[in-house]
């Protein structure tokens, strides 16, 4: 459907600052914060991200 735009290190960043920001809204007690995680993490398994696309951008 999409073609990839994340190179594999993008990936392993995009899933470190998933789970940076789980891990903060967990000690924060703030579940939203949980939520934008989820962005990242779904770009990070899909391999595309649409800003890339949009910029023309690949990493």
Known sequence: ???SN???ADRVIRLAIA???IV?????????IALVAILPI???FAG????YSA?????
Do not use: N, Q, R, Y
């Open 1 to 3: 459907m999409f073609k």
């Open 6 to 8: 994340i190179g594999e």
């Open 19 to 21: 789970a940076m920001l």
């Open 24 to 32: 903060f809204s967990l000690i924060a007690g703030h579940p939203l």
């Open 42 to 44: 779904m770009t990070a």
């Open 48 to 51: 595309t991200c649409p800003l």
């Open 55 to 59: 910029l023309g951008l690949h990493t």
